[in-house]
Each structure stands twice: as C-alpha cells, then as structure tokens.
C-alpha cells in the first residue's frame, strides 16, 4: 500500500507522468449578487461547484439534509449530486465550477461522495473578488488563477489517504487506456477495441479494471460520453453537432440515449440549465461571469 510521506520519494520516476497528466476543467465562474429568486433545483451535474461566501446567508438541501452558505467560508459542491440552492433574503458570493482528474479519469472530488466540504476563508484575495470583471492583462489575473488552485487543493485533505493514492496509482497503471478513450470517445468506442488498440486480452483488462477502480469500462465510457455531451450542450454548439461528434447515428439515437440517462432530453436539458442560469443575472446589479471552458495541465 502506497503511504503519502514517502510517495514522489519512492516513486520518483512517477513524478513526470503525474505532473503533465494532472488535469484541471475550469468552467463557468462569475461574481454573484442574489436574493429570494436564487431558489433552484440543480441536476446533478459533471462539476464540482467552489462557493466564497461573501456576504449575506444561503442554504443548500440534499433531501432532509440542509447545509448553511455562511460568510467568511468557503464550501465545496462536489459534482454528480442534485442540489436546492436557496436564498432567504441575500447571498453574495463567487462561484467557479471546476475538476481536476488525472489520466482523464474521474474527478477526485467523486471520493467524497455526497458530502458538502467545507473551509474557513481565512485568507481573502486582495483585490477581492468582485473587481475581476475590471482585469484587462494577465498580470492582474494571475494572484486569482494561483488563489483559486490552492483553495482547491486545500479541499483535497478530505480525501481518504487511501483512495487518494489508489487514484494516482491506477491511473497510472491504465494510462493507455484512459488516453486511448479520451482521444476516440464516441458511442461505438468498444472495450475490444481499446483492449485491441492497448495490446491486452480483452477478458484480463476487463475484470482487471472493474476489480481494481470499482466501475467497468463500460461504465467509465458511458459516463466520459455523458459527461461530454453535457459540457457541449453549455456552448453554441448545435444538438445535431454535439450528437454527430459522439458519432451517434442520428439526434433522435443520441436524444433518446440523454434522456435515459438524466431524465432530460438535450434540448430539455439546455433550457432547463439556461433558466437556472438566468436567475443568477440580474441586469440591473451588473454582476459579471464567464461561461467558458478551459482545460488546463497543472
């Protein structure tokens, strides 16, 4: 068993593949001024979500379970969960959706499950937060980029030790395969052909896997399609698009397909997600975000 004093020590030689394979997914982030509208019902989604609380109250409801937004923390949303987001009166605060994998596998944040982290804002930005819609270079920009990996990496001590080491060590171990899958992901993407394509026995990779992560490849495929599919429905892309580069057959297949799988179809699931939004913009207050993706090698 890998033990994590010792680790980049005893596995030096790994300390290459996992520092260029380390992955972050930045997605949308913005500054973010809400009142008794901001009372939605979130779908569980492919990113975790980072909340600095600046000021006012707010509650997030997993079922019974209720977790207070209170200023001067910082609360971690991790992703494939549904979430009620509420505002009882104000809420002020930014918000970034992110994850970060290695070998484009799953986010490391799945290992902790359900459950809502949490962190005391101890160290502010200065300037804060709010005065990023005013950055015009990349030196300004800069002091907030490098605040907001270490935050993030502050929330990785929530992570079992075990898990967190089984996670680099399998991801090294089916690297090939993982990069093979990120490079050809598509609906008639095979676990014979990655075993065909990796030089391995279909019947050894497949029980090898599924023993040492605890989901098939068959699973890890369908869920890297999904969560492709989602990410893609967030941009200007065409459903018809987004179905012919998952090399479905046609949108009724792919839409068929989504629905199974979230309860939405694609178009259902782009209006539903632009509403909820909606409702973090007000035109009169001029708060500001950024809708993009960045994939980013740490």
């Given at each position: 068993m890998l033990k994590r004093a010792p680790f980049f020590s005893s596995y030096s030689e790994y300390f290459g593949p996992l520092f260029n394979n380390l992955n972050m997914e930045?997605?949308?982030?913005?500054?973010?001024?809400?009142?008794?509208?901001?009372?939605?019902?979130?779908?569980?989604?492919?990113?975790?979500?980072?909340?600095?609380?600046?000021?006012?109250?707010?509650?997030?409801?997993?079922?019974?379970?209720?977790?207070?937004?209170?200023?001067?923390?910082?609360?971690?949303?991790?992703?494939?969960?549904?979430?009620?987001?509420?505002?009882?009166?104000?809420?002020?605060?930014?918000?970034?959706?992110?994850?970060?994998n290695l070998y484009h596998v799953q986010d490391i944040f799945l290992f902790a499950g359900n459950n809502?982290?949490?962190?005391?804002?101890?160290?502010?930005?200065?300037?804060?937060?709010?005065?990023?819609?005013?950055?015009?270079?990349?030196?300004?920009?800069?002091?907030?980029?490098?605040?907001?990996?270490?935050?993030?990496?502050?929330?990785?001590?929530?992570?079992?030790?075990?898990?967190?080491?089984?996670?680099?060590?399998?991801?090294?171990k089916y690297q090939e395969v993982f990069s093979y899958i990120h490079q050809n992901l598509r609906i008639s993407l095979t676990v014979k052909e990655i075993a065909l394509k990796t030089n391995q026995s279909e019947y050894t990779l497949t029980k090898k896997f599924k023993q040492d992560l605890g989901f098939s490849l068959n699973q890890h495929i369908q869920k890297k399609l999904l969560d492709y599919a989602i990410s893609q429905l967030d941009s200007s892309k065409s459903i018809t698009e987004i179905a012919n580069s998952l090399d479905f057959c046609d949108t009724h297949y792919f839409s068929n397909w989504f629905k199974k799988k979230t309860g939405y179809t694609p178009s259902q699931y782009r209006i539903h997600t632009q509403k909820l939004h909606d409702l973090y913009f007000y035109r009169n207050q001029k708060p500001f975000r950024s809708p993009g993706l960045s994939y980013v090698k740490i």
């Open positions: 930045l997605g949308e982030y913005g500054y973010f001024r809400g009142d008794p509208r901001w009372n939605v019902l979130e779908p569980p989604n492919y990113y975790n979500r980072l909340y600095f609380i600046v000021d006012g109250y707010g509650l997030v409801k997993q079922g019974e379970k209720v977790t207070e937004l209170l200023p001067g923390n910082i609360y971690l949303l991790p992703s494939q969960n549904p979430y009620h987001l509420i505002c009882p009166k104000r809420l002020e605060k930014f918000y970034i959706h992110f994850n970060i809502i982290l949490q962190l005391p804002w101890t160290n502010k930005m200065d300037p804060p937060f709010s005065k990023m819609e005013e950055i015009s270079n990349i030196y300004d920009l800069l002091p907030y980029h490098n605040y907001i990996y270490n935050t993030i990496f502050d929330f990785l001590k929530f992570i079992p030790e075990q898990k967190l080491n089984q996670f680099f060590e399998y991801g090294l």
